[in-house]
């Protein structure tokens, strides 16, 4: 068990610094908001990619309360190990923030006043967390979950373009980002709503994808 949790533990923290440090580095290097959109989403697909290809046999690559609680409530996850790895995610989710904040010279420290508020931003939540589960569903259902470091990287990446909140949806990677007041960042203010945004979304990806895997056994 402390292997998973240390799994998703280093998996989280390192997605949010990459998050949160791409961010950075996009803004420093363009003044174009779309070029900086555009550095942080490619490097968040890559690295996306990489954490789920190495910590997926490990742990399940989760990295997200969501995912790990749908695993629970479809009975596909242990009882005993859903605290752990939420406790793991959150706290991941803000070193990773810490040490991204750090590598660029702001305090490790560094509350975000960027409020993201809105029925747009958060329908943009409920869209991706869905699409997220969605896909995840699928995978399983059709055996495919090899293919899950290509296929949740892309709907990721992709999403961070179509959706107007750019593609939170995640608790755990939501609330780190509410610690450093950067590109990424996410005023502590407007967490609560798009964690409710992102579980609405979670069941609706849920419920989706085990329909069209029931009607295709059918």
Same mark, same amino acid.
């Given at each position: ?77 242990? &009882?005993?190990?859903?605290? *752990?790895?939420?406790? !793991?995610? #959150?706290?991941?989710?803000?070193? @990773? =923030?810490?040490?991204?904040? $750090? ?29 997220l589960l969605f896909l995840i569903q699928l995978l399983r259902g059709q055996k495919k979950d090899s293919l899950g470091p290509v296929v949740i990287a892309s709907w990721i990446g992709s999403a961070y373009f179509f ?20 590109? &990424?960042?996410?005023?502590? *203010?407007?967490?609560? !709503?798009? #964690?409710?945004?992102?579980?609405? @979304? =979670?069941?609706?990806?849920? $419920? ?11």
């Amino acid at each position: 068990m402390l292997r998973r949790y240390l799994a998703e533990f280093v998996g989280t923290c390192t997605l949010v610094a990459v998050v949160v440090g791409s961010g950075t580095m996009a803004v420093q290097m363009s003044p174009d908001g779309g070029v900086e959109l555009l550095i942080n989403t490619v490097s968040t697909v890559f690295a996306l990619g990489i954490l789920i290809l190495i910590f997926g046999s490990i742990s399940g690559a989760h990295f997200n309360p969501v995912v790990t609680v749908s695993e629970w409530a479809q009975k596909r996850f242990a &009882s005993k190990l859903v605290l *752990g790895y939420l406790i !793991a995610q #959150v706290a991941g989710a803000i070193a @990773g =923030a810490m040490i991204a904040n $750090l590598m660029f010279k702001n305090p490790a420290y560094f509350p975000s006043h960027h409020v993201r508020t809105g029925l747009n931003l958060w329908l943009g939540e409920v869209v991706a967390t869905a699409g997220l589960l969605f896909l995840i569903q699928l995978l399983r259902g059709q055996k495919k979950d090899s293919l899950g470091p290509v296929v949740i990287a892309s709907w990721i990446g992709s999403a961070y373009f179509f959706t107007s909140s750019t593609s939170f949806a995640n608790p755990a990677v939501t609330l780190g980002r509410a610690f450093t007041d950067t590109f &990424s960042g996410i005023a502590i *203010g407007s967490v609560a !709503a798009f #964690v409710v945004a992102q579980a609405i @979304g =979670a069941l609706l990806g849920t $419920l989706g994808g085990n329909y069209f895997n029931t009607t295709s056994k059918e």
